[in-house]
Structure formats: structure tokens, C-alpha cells
């Protein structure tokens, strides 16, 4: 055991992490076998960030652990590797958002052909940018794991109207 301990910002960050976990876990239970795979090693992935965070002192001047920095890009290059698992390729930023605020980002516009079906992406578009905003204001992160829900719950319609234009 060592004397480190966590800042709020390394705190808050695990809890993101966490929330992402148990996302995904949920996920597994109505994914198809290889996006079920794909989710546990996101899921176990995100918790050796989790750990990081608690046990580790930064190695950088960002404040984010060297473990947690490679499981998490690990994680994210499963997802995009994976993308019927709803997981956008830059996930990674909700958890790195608890550490240094940048702004969020929307992922690409999904290659939707249709005029009905670029009208739903660009309404899901607008909803995740509403919700980006209300996260970087969240006063708790008890707020910020139930918007964290609310984004991927959006991000998984994105990524199931993506995967309707592919056939």
C-alpha cells in the first residue's frame, strides 16, 4: 500500500470509467456473440482504468496513470474495431473529460443514406451535443453518470442506424 491518494479529478474520472463498465456489461446481455466479446473486454478494460486511477500516481502532467492511458486506448480501438457495440471510437474522452475539461466531441456523422435516416442521425447529433453541454456543467458526478447513460444510450441509436445503412 502506498501513501498515494487520488485527486477529485482522478476520483471522478474512475467513476466515469466504472459507469462505462457497467454499461457495457449490460450491453453483453442482448449483443450478438462477437459485440458480447467485444463489450466484456471493453468492460475489463475500463476496470483496469478504474484501478489505475484509484492506485496510481499520475505519470504525466495530465494527471491520468500510464495504466489507465493503455487500457483506455486499448478500449477504444476494441470499439472501433467493434462498432455494433455502440461504443463510439473516441469514448475515451468521457473519462478523460473528468481530468481535463476539454470540450466534448461528437463522433462522425454516420454514412446514412436517406433522407429520413440523415434526419435521425442529425436529431441524435443535436441530442448528444445538448447532453455534452449538460455534462461539462454537472454539478456532481452523480449527474454525470446519469447523463453518462443517457449520451450512450444515444450513442448505441447512432451506431444501430449506422449499422441499418450498412445492410
Known sequence: MTDFEPTPQARAAA?????????ARRRTLFASAWNGR??????DLLDTVVISFWEEAPTEADGIPADARLALADAETEAADNPGTGFPPEFGQYVRHAMDRRPLRNPATADVTGSCLAEDDAQLSTAL??????????????VARALLEAVFALHDKRAALAQLTRG
Open 38 to 43: 467485444a463489450l466484456h473486454m471493453i468492460a
Open 15 to 23: 467513476w466515469r470509467a466504472a459507469t462505462l463498465a457497467d454499461i
Open 129 to 142: 451535443d445538448t447532453l455534452h453541454g449538460h455534462l461539462a456543467a454537472a454539478g456532481t458526478e452523480e
